[in-house]
Every structure is written in C-alpha cells, then in structure tokens.
C-alpha cells in the first residue's frame, strides 16, 4: 500500500474517531447511563475496504452473468459479519 493512500485511511479513522466522539446523541445516551449508576466504555471497531475501480466493472459483469444481487467483495464482506446468503456457494 503506497505511503500516501495509507495516511487517507488514517485520516479516515481518525475523522470516524472524532464524529463519535462528538455527537451529542451519543454524549445523551452515555449521560443515560452514567445517571443509572454504570461506567460506560465505548469500543468501536471499522473495516475499511478498498477496491480497485478498474476491479468494479469486471465485478458487476460477473453479478450480471449469475444473476446475483451481490458482488464477491459483498459476499466476502456479509461473511466476515458472519451473515451466510443464500444460494451462496462459498459456504
């Protein structure tokens, strides 16, 4: 991965890190439960995926032969969230 796109994803984590920390609705609902009598950890996890845009064409015509409404990088992608499709040969 080249130096430059990995400071984007960085960036990235960072700006999902900040949105979080900043939203009002989730201060309200940490409070909630502060006012309950409970410590409140947060843990968060994101998967970045990326996909090369010359791949996305080669993709779509391979969902189009099958008659699939998922790619293999959506299928690759309900897996690793542990979401099995039916009809799917890869399980």
Known sequence: MNPHLRDLIQQLGEAIHDSV??????AG??????????????????????????DKAESEDATE???????????NFLKSLRI????DEQN
Not at 21 to 26: A, D, R, T, V, Y
Not at 31 to 52: C, H, K, P, W, Y
Not at 70 to 75: A, E, G, Y
């Open 21 to 26: 920390l900043e939203s009002e609705q989730i």
């Open 29 to 54: 609902v940490v409070q909630s439960i502060r006012q309950q009598g409970f410590d409140v950890m947060l843990m968060l996890e994101a998967t970045i995926g990326l996909n090369d845009v010359s």
């Open 65 to 75: 032969e099958d008659g699939s409404q998922f790619t293999p990088h959506d299928l």
């Open 84 to 87: 099995s499709v039916e009809g």
